[in-house]
């Protein structure tokens, strides 16, 4: 084979090269200067084909989007497994209410404790900021404590059990006797004044400076809640109900359900209960005899609160999880 001598020089594109053969040569040449017209041309022209767009997920600016793939009532939660409750729990964890001290972030929820203690039902609570701080109300006798209340204003807990209702503090955590004695209370809920149920009377009971005033629904009622214009909803054997402040309104049966595992408000008034199969919204309509329960969510929680900046804690088991509001409407999955 002969040698290739290179003498390549590039002046006005003029290119002189010896090598084995013109035809070679002339090869060389046509893709040098196709190389060069072709980078004058993409000078002057631009490019003809525009690049194809990559979203590098890995630099999503994780405020932008929610990672949760939890969506609710329209709005796009983060996602996030907190830790589990401390308490001992029976063989099959289960948490039916919840509520959260405001002030100190600090969150009281029922259980049911294992066969062998001596009461059937409890009430726990455990810090949000540490797991470190946690206990159960216990007293010098059997309470049987169950449903419960949390006044923000003065920093006390409510709690019905088998025996009246009694009061807590966030500091003895204690229980003091503060009414009903000998009643099987079953549902306490606390606004201005307390309201309350018993076992073996009909309808909801308001506790006012030392009497009672009347029953506000003349029902037997299994659970309810006070909505922020202080209407009533409420579940019982046929469904669950709308009760409105103005009694020149007939009650509203919301649902036929009557299997609904809770009710609870947010922080702006709102009533949500919940079911095995989601979450529910109450609405309000123009028209109150339109009002609507709602589902905004599939998720399916045994227990559900709104903690201070109204994100959602809830409970499967013993296992605690927060929903974060995320301040956008793009959410991956759903």
Request: with cysteine; aromatic share 14%.
């Amino acid at each position: 084979m002969q040698d290739i001598n290179w003498n390549i020089t590039f002046r006005g594109c003029i290119l002189k090269c010896n090598i084995m053969g013109r035809t070679l040569a002339l090869v060389f040449v046509t893709l040098v200067l196709h190389a060069l017209w072709g980078s004058a041309l993409s000078a002057l022209l631009g490019p003809r084909i525009t690049a194809t767009k990559i979203l590098d997920l890995a630099e999503v600016d994780k405020n932008g989007y929610c990672y949760s793939c939890i969506k609710i009532d329209n709005i796009c939660y983060n996602h996030t497994e907190l830790f589990e409750l401390p308490a001992p729990f029976g063989e099959h964890p289960v948490v039916k209410r919840m509520g959260i001290m405001k002030s100190s972030n600090l969150l009281y929820y029922n259980f049911e404790p294992a066969l062998s203690d001596k009461e059937y039902s409890k009430v726990a609570f455990v810090s949000l900021y540490s797991t470190n701080f946690s206990g159960v109300i216990s007293g010098w006798q059997s309470f049987n404590f169950g449903p419960f209340d949390i006044n923000q204003n003065n920093k006390k807990v409510y709690l019905g059990g088998s025996d009246g209702i009694w009061v807590v503090n966030t500091i003895s955590r204690f229980p003091a006797f503060f009414s009903m004695k000998a009643n099987l209370i079953t549902n306490v809920v606390v606004r201005d004044n307390v309201y309350f149920t018993a076992s073996g009377y009909d309808g909801i009971f308001k506790y006012v400076d030392g009497y009672y005033v009347g029953q506000l629904v003349d029902k037997t009622i299994n659970n309810f809640i006070l909505d922020i214009g202080y209407n009533i909803v409420y579940l019982n054997d046929t469904g669950l109900y709308i009760s409105f402040r103005s009694k020149s309104q007939n009650d509203v049966r919301l649902s036929t359900e009557r299997f609904i595992r809770g009710l609870t408000v947010d922080g702006k008034g709102a009533v949500y209960a919940w079911h095995v199969d989601g979450i529910y919204k109450v609405t309000l309509g123009k028209v109150l005899s339109q009002s609507t329960l709602k589902r905004v969510s599939n998720l399916a929680p045994d227990a559900m609160t709104f903690d201070q900046s109204n994100n959602i804690i809830y409970s499967i088991g013993k296992k605690l999880y927060k929903l974060s509001k995320v301040t956008t409407s793009d959410c991956f999955g759903m």
